[in-house]
Nanobody
Framework: QPQLAESGGGLVQPGGSLRLTCTAS????????VSWFRQAPGKEREGVSC????????KYANSVKGRFTISRDNAANAVHLQMNSLKPEDTGVYYC??????????????????????WGQGTQVTVSS
């Protein structure tokens, strides 16, 4: 059964950094568009970032633009989300998702509001002093 697994979450102080990793098993992540989502307690899930296949295009939510970077590591069958200058409002459970449609699309809604073929279980990110 194809699976996605997130790792790298944790507790970090405001202004700090974390790198999340989304690793695929039993399918090739490089041939899928991959997105990161997050969900804070009591809030709806929101799209954070998307990377196309094979990786020429990256898209970001306005709230993370300039602070987060999404990238591929095809040798590891993984996608990373480097998160810098973290803020308390970045707190939440972060999920990765993969879609056989290889493009992200131009608008946030095009990649954040569509269905995905595979989802991970999530990793907790807490930004607090």
């Amino acid at each position: 059964q194809p699976q996605l697994a997130e790792s790298g979450g944790g507790l970090v102080q405001p202004g700090g950094s974390l790198r999340l990793t989304c690793t695929a098993s039993r399918f090739t992540l490089g041939s899928h568009a991959v997105s990161w989502f997050r969900q804070a307690p009591g809030k709806e899930r929101e799209g954070v970032s998307c990377i196309s296949s094979p990786g020429a295009y990256q898209k970001y939510a306005n709230s993370v633009k300039g602070r987060f970077t999404i990238s591929r590591d095809n040798a590891a069958n993984a996608v990373h989300l480097q998160m810098n200058s973290l803020k308390p409002e970045d707190t939440g459970v972060y999920y990765c998702a993969a879609d056989v449609i290889t493009a992200c699309g131009e608008t946030v809604s095009q990649w954040a509001e569509r269905s995905y073929d595979y989802w991970g279980q999530g990793t907790q990110v807490t930004v607090s002093s």
